[in-house]
Each structure stands twice: as structure tokens, then as C-alpha cells.
């Protein structure tokens, strides 16, 4: 783009730039360029908008960022309603259901069917007219619902307008607005950080962030969006569940990816072994799988229960939630000095791994659930999400159970904590606190961070206890001849370890700026910056009111920050790494194209990089990494442990490496 072109052309060629973009990220799952790239183009819109405000569009993607503040939610009242389901909780009761189907219809009932998985979000109704997003109504009762349409304009899978010529005069359409789990973990991170509630799981925080009455709160929650079902058009034919999915992909919807069309139940029964394995991969919290009737015709003859349709069910995974006792509370002391408290539980397998220890969050979270020591208790683990307590079982008491009291001083220092007022985090404000001090080294080198492997819990705890690290620059300090006389630590381990701290000093900025352990600071926020700042010196002298106007960042986060570089102690540090010669190189943010055309399937576990690592890199270098084998599949990366998809990749003649393998693809001297 030259800025020759008019601002009027600027704009709109920006816009086009943007609604693409989204489309192929939520829609195609196969975005074209990165998150900084986006918003660096976001931003470019926003300030030619702002010179330029007669040429502002209602479905401009800038007018996701959140409108004015509501004083609350309208209700409206369906004609037809949004239904529920029926539940299958087995594959017993799964025949059942499709067996009863074909007594009701006939043979007919033998007939095809879409699988979905079910996402465990919030059901929303959404109306176009002529291609514009009108209103967005919750579920509701089924027949009321709410009217949230300033906080569903925000999320960025719902498009504003349809895409193409000609969108109809009249569409609804229902699905389910939901998140990542990632994105769940980093923003209940954020919120225990910052002494505020936290969400029990990502479908309670999705039905918070829809009801906030400031839609600027609900832009900052990473939403997303699935279709699933079909309410209704005027313009356009559509005979089949199937023929939807496609219809809504074409207009810029999103639906789910994991979707599938089965021609018979042993299809069906295929389909939902094969999603239930990949269940762990899959980055949002799904349920089950939901079976439908895939003619609409055939829909029709096998109509309605009360509130549920004939021709569809719910199939059920198993539970995530088992029952176990509370042995204790401990209380862990983070990065930040916040208090945990922390259940010690009768070990439980819970969905395969077993479980010992569950996040109670904070003291009002105890008191909010009621749990007492000695509790039996559900625990519930969803995928990475990290295990935690949902509700005690009062029933099964037997009168010696007790409460839990914070402590009044720090576990580790002594030191009397602090609870602010209006915030649930109890804190112990002594930066020196040993726990502190040692949580901090151990973020600063960990994987995400600068990756010092060898450097992990246990040493950084002994080399705290011996006080030969009390920061982050320490670490370059070290000497062989100061780590051999600690205990357990051999020689070639002592070695290894001083290279690996050697090769630390070349990292990438995000990573530097995340290892910092400034409060509020994810990794994914460290990017943003990082897409915004070249050098680690530019964001130290940035201005406050500057990082707190990048998208993505804002204004509690620019605080932590201006705090964080205002410490003398921290600028300290900071000035003795540049010393050791850390500097954090930029990385380049649009992708290199050394993989494309070549689609990546990884199964099992990896040694050397996790799974979200490895499919960072394939993506970084053009490539694609998806969750099935097919024909299409150019390698399959098999791991530890490796299942059906490596059974599956011999059988279509896929080409199988191992980890060492991808890692030389990669050219990554590891
Ligand atoms: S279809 C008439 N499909 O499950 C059919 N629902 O228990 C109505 N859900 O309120 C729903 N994923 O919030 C359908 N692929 C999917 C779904 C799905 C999640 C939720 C939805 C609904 C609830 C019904």
C-alpha cells in the first residue's frame, strides 16, 4: 500500500486486508500472517479512521474494539425456540437412540448423519440482514433470551458482514460462543493475578465475558465462534445439516473443523472413538459429539420432543470429574508473592492421569465452595487445564473435617501477608522472599521463557538455599567450580548445564520480555510488544500511556509494566544481563515459506519441544499442522507412546519420522 492511494482507498483496501484475514484464521484455520502482523494492520485502520471519521463503516473492524458501556440487556421472544439436547451417556444408549429413530421413521432412519463435536461454550442466536449482523441474542430459557449484540460484535470469528456478493436477504443462525483453553488458563492467570475472580472453567468465563455491560471487557476475552445450526433463511435453498456448514464457511462463519459427515451409525461410532482420542489435542473443551440427522426433510418426519429434537443427540464423553478426599491445604507462595492455597488430594485417576494436588485459587474460593479439610470432594481435569476442586460432597462428612485459615504470616519468610481491600489474592509483599526469589529464577529459565534446560525446580531451589542465585543475572555468573560442590550434581551434568546457560544469551525478545515475570505479562502479551518494540531498551523508555494504547495490552497491564522498569532493583538486573550480553532478537514476523505445501500430523509425546511448539514452528515456516492423518498428510511426527494416528499414517502410506528427525527438518541446532 502507497501512500499515494487516497485515504478513503487506504481504508477500504485495509479493510478488505482484515476481513480476509480473519476469515482465513477463523474459518480456514490457516491464517496468512501472525497476530502482530494483524494488529500492526489493525492499528494502521484505526488511526486513518480517526483522521478520517466520515469514513467509518458500521461493519469496519475496528468497531470491534467494544462500544459505549450498556446499563443492560434487552429480552427477546422466540417464535421458534433454541432447543436442547438429548444425551446418549454410552454407546449403548447412542443404538438405542438411533434404533428408536428407525422405528419412528422407518427404514429411512438408516440414513447419514453429520457429527459435530459438542463444545462446551455458550449457545448464541445471530441475525443477518442483507449480509449484516443485526442482533445476537444468548439462549436464554430457550424461548427468552438476552439481547448481547455489542459484546457478540466484538468477537472476532463473528463477522460483522458476510462475505460475497450476494449474502441473504435473511439469516439465523445458532451456535456456540467459546474459547481455548489456553486462552482460558492465561486470562484466569491474569485475573488471580490481579486479586479477581476466577472462572471454573472456559464455558462459565465465556458466559461472564458475553454479560459484561462494558463490551470493551468482552473484546479483551479472546471469544470464538462455531455454527452449528440452521434457524431459518430467506434468498437460499438449504436441504441438509451438511450443506449449512458449508453455506455458513462461504459467508464467513466459522464452524468446527472436527466436524464430520458418516454415511451409517458404525460410521458414527468410528467417528466419536476417533475424536474422544484426539480429545487432548483439540484446543477447546468439547463434551461429546452431537449426531444429527443430516437431511432436513428427514428432520422434519422425526420432529420434536418436548424440548428437544428427534433427530439428533448428544453422545457424552466420559467424565472429567472424579471424587476423592482432601488431605490437606497446603499454601504455595507464586512469582508474585500471592498465597495459593493448594489441596493435597488422596491421589485419583482423573480422565487417564492421575491427580494429587488441585488449585483452590483463594481464600473467598474456599469459602465460596465450602470445602473443609478433610473433605470428600469432586476434582475435575479438562485437557491442560490444571486440576482443580469444584465442589465438596457434605453428605459424606463425618464431623472431623475443619476449615482452612489463611496464614497470617508467609510460609516461606515469615513475613505478615497483605490482603488488599477489594482483592482476593493474599499476597506477602517481601520481594525477597525466598519462594519469590526462586519462582522468579525458575520462570526466568524455563521453557517458554529462556529455555536453560537442566536449570529446573529442584536445582534453582539448591542454588537459591545456597545462595548462589538471588536473580535472574546471577544465573549468568555460575561457574563450574561453583556447582560441583553441590550435591547430586555430576560433572557432566555441571557441563552441560554451564553450555546450555551459554546458549540461553541468544534468545528472541518475546521470550526475553515474558522471562522477565512481570506481573500481568503471558507470553502472549510479551509478543504483542515485542511486535511493537525493536530492542528490549525501547519498551523500557517507552511511555505508560503508549503500551497502554496497544491493542491487546491496555492500561492495568501498562501499569505492571511502568512499576516493573521503575524498580531500581529491577533495572539492576536488567543492566547486569545486557552485561552478559542478552539481548533478545527480534523475530521476523511474517512467516518464512521453507514448509509450504507440506502439512505436519504430530501424535504421541515429544521429548525436546511440546506440541505446541513444534506446530508454532511448522507454522512459522509456511507449513500447516493439523490434528488427522489423511492421504494429504506429508509427515506424521510420531513420539513417545504414539496411537491410532501412526497406525493410520502406516496405512495410507504416510511417510513417519520421529522427533529427532522433524527437529533436523526444522534446522534447528537443538
Ligand atoms: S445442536 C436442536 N450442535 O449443546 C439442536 N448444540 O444441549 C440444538 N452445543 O444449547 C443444539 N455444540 O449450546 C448443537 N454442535 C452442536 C453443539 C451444541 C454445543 C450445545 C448448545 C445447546 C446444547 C444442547
Redesign the pocket.
Known sequence: MTSRRSPKQQIEELREQLHRHNYRYYVLSDPLVSDAEYDRLLRRLIELEADHPEFVTDDSPTQKVGAAPQTGFDVIKREKP????ENAMDREEFVEWSERLVREVGEEGRTDFVC????D???VELLYRDGALVQAAT?GDGTNGEVVTENARTVRAIPLRLRGENPPAYLNVRG?VYMHKKDFDELNRRQEEAGEKVYANPRNLTAGSLKQLDPKITASRHLRFAA??FGGAEGVEIESQWQFLEAVREWGLPC?PHAGRCKDIDAVIRFYERVLEERGDIPLEIDGI?V?VNAFTLQEKAGFRAR??KW?V?WKFPSQEERTRILDIDVQVGRTGTLTPVARLQPVKVGGVTVSNATLHNEDEIKKKGVLIGDWVFVRRAGDVIPEVVAPIPDLRDGNEKPFRMPKKCPVCRTLVVRVEGEAATRCPNVECDAQVKERIRHFASREALDIEGLGEKLVVQLVDHKLLRNAADIYDLTLESLLPLERMAEKSAENLITNIKESKETTLPRLIFALGIRNVGITVAETLAAHYATIDELVRAKQEEIAGIYGVGPVIAAEIARFFADPRNRRVMKRLAESGIRGRAVALVSSKELQGKTFVFTGTMVRVSREQAEAEVKKRGGKAVKSVSSKTTYVVAGEKAGAKLARAEKLGVEVIDEEAFLRILGEEQ
Open positions: 433454541m432447543l436442547s439436547l459435530e463435536p459438542k463444545i461454550g455458550v449457545a439462549r456456540e452449528y445450526g468446527s452431537v444429527k428437544s429434537p439428533a448428544a
